[in-house]
């Protein structure tokens, strides 16, 4: 299954695509990471088309349909490929943050995230919407920034 805006070499090879929005059909931070120095918003121009969807909104529907379907046939739990039981009765739950962010919640998300981002300080959602772009004020703690840093 793949989930793009654009039928890619992934989607051309996979059983399922599901059509994402494009850029300009949905609020997103099209740069998050400290290798370019700036956090870059697009901010949503027009409705998605046809059924597109954020991805946020694609992620959430198919973890309520495991829950559901694994609740409906009593297949409560499974084991990784590390062999870790891990929960499908409670993956979406998990997922959504026991359902604070549901499959409209998208930009109430990346809000929440760049609210509480160590590398933005002084900017919140709104202010980065309203101007389009912040200067990272360090790299942040997420492992991937201090890797990349």
């Known amino acids: 299954m793949t989930i793009d805006w654009r039928l890619s070499t992934t ?4 059983d399922y695509v599901l059509p994402a929005a494009g850029s300009y059909e949905k609020d997103h931070v099209t740069w998050a990471t400290p290798i370019a120095p700036f956090a870059q918003v697009t901010t ?7 059924e597109s969807r954020h991805e946020w909104e694609f992620h959430c529907m198919l973890m309520k349909t495991l829950q559901e379907r694994a609740i409906a046939r009593g297949q409560m739990t499974y084991r990784d490929r590390a062999g870790e039981e891990r929960r499908l009765d409670q993956v979406y739950d998990t997922f959504t943050f026991g359902k604070r962010y549901v499959e409209k919640d998208a930009e109430r998300l990346i809000g929440d995230v760049v609210n509480l981002s160590t590398n933005l300080k002084g900017t919140n959602w709104e202010q980065l919407k309203e101007k389009g772009f912040a200067r990272f004020t360090s790299v942040g ?3 991937a920034n201090i890797g990349n840093a």
Do not use: D, H, Q
Not at 11 to 14: A, L, P, Q, R, V
Not at 44 to 50: S, W
């Open 11 to 14: 989607g051309i090879n996979s």
């Open 44 to 50: 949503k121009a027009v409705e998605p088309l046809g």
């Open 141 to 143: 703690m997420g492992m």
